[in-house]
Structure formats: structure tokens, C-alpha cells
């Protein structure tokens, strides 16, 4: 049913946004590469990596797209004063020039599209779109194993840290007894390029126990079963690595992670450390 659906819908947006023209929006210049150039522009520059990893594509067909918008004189890459082992992309005057009227061509066609359905119609619109797109964006997401000092999970960290510290009524020290030991495997959810999801197990108690540690999810992506999906495959590693059982402690104040360990099938136990921000205890059997 699902896919009959979204097949559907597929064929019947890309043809009414004019996905399917060779010159995507009368620019002259097929969807792909417009959305190269409109990717370089909300950036503010970008490096060549970043906007392969953003729009999935491949080093061969991003590099023939590069030179394509060079050569019109709209993009100029040159390497990073940062890291010159990195290329950037930027906007030229005239690339930005063709951003600005992509952006208002773009703007004129949704208009039209929705103009003829009543304000009610729209909202519906506007709340299946906005449900769609997470939901799409959630099942094309990739997990990765990485070390903790690998720039994805040390962003990831920086929100986790951030977000419990705002949370936690006396604030939350990550170099405390919280801080990770040696021999935690730690996996990372990417979007576009960017972490999404995070989260890592260690051995701990004994040889058939492992804890789960750092569980956390982007707020703008929870309720799309992220944190579920991310339990889910912690718990598969754990097995893999001859676990037979994972612990995990919390804070009361992550009312919505408690509900998701119990709904996982986690139960309560006694306090198993003396990790000072933990104040709920939680175990299951692989």
C-alpha cells in the first residue's frame, strides 16, 4: 500500500513542479543543478564533501555539476583557507544573482500550485508535507559506526551536552563520571550530512552486560522513530559483541526517553553506579 502510494505521489509532484524539463523553472538549467545552486547559496559556500554528503551524490556526477555552473560563472571553487587539503564552492555576484531568481521562481510556482485550494485545503497540505518529509528523510537515514572524537559524533556530543545541561535542574558536566570509558562502540544518524541521532555502548557490571550510553535524538526529529530505530541497533551491536543483557540509567527529567526505554521492553532496576545525574535505572534482555 505504502509503496503503491508514495510511487503515486512521486509521479504526480515531480510533474507539477516541473521536475521533469530540461530547464527546470524556464532557468535553463536542469533540477539537479538548480538544486546545486540553491544548496551553495543557503550555505553561504560549502565544501565539496558537505554537498556530497547533503545531496547523495557521487564525487564524478558533483564534479561534472561544478564545472557546469563554473563555466556559466555563477560558482567559483577554490580551496579552503581553513584546510587547503578541502574545496569550497561559493556564489559569484552573477551566481548569486541566479540564486535570488531561482528562489523567486520557485516561490511563484508553489503559490500557483496552492492558490486554487481554500485556506483549510492548505493547512492540510502544508501538515501532510510537513509529515512526509520527516518521515522520508527518517527511513533514508544512515547509521555509522565512529570513534568519539570523529567531527560527527563530536558535534553530536556538543547538542547532547548542550540539551542536558538546559534540561537538568543543576545543569549537566560532561567531563564528570558520566564521560564514556575505553572500549565503547559509538554510532551516529546522519541526514544530510548532518548528526541526527546519536548514541554508544560499553561493557560494564560483567562480561554479559553492556550499557547503553549518550541516546540522543535532534528535537526537530523526535516522534519520526529515531530514537527507537537507534535503540534498537545498540542493542543488536551489544548482542554481536556476546552481550546477552544491556543496563542504561536516565534522568527524570527525559520524561519522553523513560517512556521509549519502557516501551522498548526495558525494566526497572536498582541503581547499578554513582553517576550523579542518574536517577532512573533500566535493563533487558537480549
Keep these: 500500500m505504502i509503496v503503491e502510494v508514495l510511487r503515486g505521489f512521486n509521479r504526480t ?50 564534479s561534472r555539476m561544478l564545472r557546469r555552473l563554473e563555466g556559466e560563472g555563477l560558482v567559483a571553487t577554490e580551496p ?31 503559490v500557483a500550485l496552492v492558490e486554487p485550494l481554500t485556506p483549510r ?31 560527527m559524533a563530536r558535534e553530536a556530543t556538543r547538542r547532547y551536552v548542550a540539551e542536558l545541561a538546559a534540561r537538568f535542574p543543576d545543569g549537566f558536566d560532561p567531563g564528570g563520571p558520566d564521560a564514556p570509558e575505553a572500549g565503547s562502540t559509538f554510532v551516529v544518524a546522519t541526514s544530510d550530512g548532518e548528526p541526527v541521532a546519536y548514541g ?46 544491556v543496563v542504561l540509567d536516565t534522568n527524570r527529567a527525559l520524561h519522553e526517553a523513560i517512556a521509549m526505554y519502557e516501551r522498548a521492553g526495558y525494566e526497572r532496576v536498582e541503581r547499578y553506579n554513582d553517576n550523579p ?7 533487558k534482555t537480549l
Design 13 to 62: 509532484y515531480t510533474q507539477r513542479i516541473g521536475a521533469l524539463d530540461d530547464s527546470f523553472l524556464g532557468t535553463g538549467r536542469p533540477l539537479a543543478v538548480s538544486r546545486l545552486l540553491l544548496e551553495i547559496g543557503r550555505a553561504e559556500g560549502a565544501s565539496v564533501r558537505e554537498l556530497r554528503d547533503r545531496l547523495d551524490l557521487d564525487s564524478g556526477h558533483l
Design 80 to 110: 579552503d583557507a581553513a584546510d587547503r587539503r578541502r574545496r569550497v564552492a561559493r556564489l559569484t555576484p552573477a551566481g548569486a544573482a541566479a540564486y535570488d531568481d531561482l528562489e523567486r521562481r520557485s516561490e511563484e510556482r508553489a
Design 121 to 151: 485545503q492548505q493547512e492540510r497540505l502544508a501538515e501532510a508535507l510537513r509529515t512526509a518529509d520527516l518521515l522520508v528523510r527518517a527511513a533514508t537515514v544512515r547509521l555509522t559506526e565512529v570513534r568519539s572524537d570523529h567531527p
Design 200 to 245: 554508544g555502548i560499553r561493557p560494564v557490571l560483567d562480561d554479559e552486560t553492556a550499557e547503553i550510553k549518550r541516546m540522543w535524538v535532534d528535537a526537530e526529529w523526535r516522534g519520526a522513530g529515531l530514537g527507537a530505530r537507534m535503540l534498537r541497533h545498540l542493542e543488536t551491536l551489544a548482542a554481536a559483541q556476546g552481550h546477552r543483557r
Design 277 to 283: 545525574y542518574a536517577e532512573a535505572f533500566f535493563a
